[in-house]
């Protein structure tokens, strides 16, 4: 294999990588799965005064992403699901600023990893012609992506206490993981870190023309 289809393969790879990271961003963000935790009919379990093995017939289940989520209740006669708004019914237990600030780095980091994904393809299929098109922009793309979601595990882990994470918070940090993978794969390919040296370019043509 010639070194410009490998780093054509490795580009690709690195596109594909970052198209997953968008999608799944955007499934987990719209998913009620980012908590999963239990809750106790108080009301029931002292009326019959349950103890032990009896209190689990009372332990129901709530489920909430950023959006909304579903509740079990279950007070010794099986369980009764109800559904609910995050903005309505959980404002009281969860900080309203935070909550929307994880909603935005949500939202961006689902359109920089497509924008990144297309850099991706672009500089292994076709010719990047300005500086954020070329290396210094793929390196660019992946690290703003890579904050994003890591902005987004560090402030709902601030939000919530306790309680046991579910899928969706889990697919962030896969995302903030194949995110670093992407840096690799850049690197892998041949392209230097930004900064790390000078290239003397061509300008005898018009415009600047980083093929690297």
Known sequence: MTA??????LLACGGSLGLCCA???AVATGLPLWVDGTVLCRTGAELVNATGAELDKFV???AYGLFHGERVKTCGLGGRTSRFSVFSELLDAVPAG????????????????SVASGFFFFNAFGR??????GPMGLYLWTAVCCLC??????????????????????????VFLLQGVNVAL?????????FQGTKNLDLNGGAADLMY
């Open 4 to 9: 410009r289809r490998h780093k054509r393969l």
């Open 60 to 62: 129901g289940r709530l």
């Open 128 to 133: 990047p012609y300005e500086t954020l098109h």
């Open 149 to 174: 979601s890591f902005l987004v595990l560090i402030l709902f882990v601030s939000e919530t206490y306790g309680e046991r994470y579910d899928v969706s918070f889990w697919l962030f940090l896969l």
């Open 98 to 113: 935070l909550h929307v600030t994880i909603i935005f780095f949500c939202g961006a980091l689902v359109v920089f990893s």
């Open 23 to 25: 999608l799944a961003a």
């Open 186 to 194: 850049v690197r892998l390919a041949g392209m230097q870190f930004p």
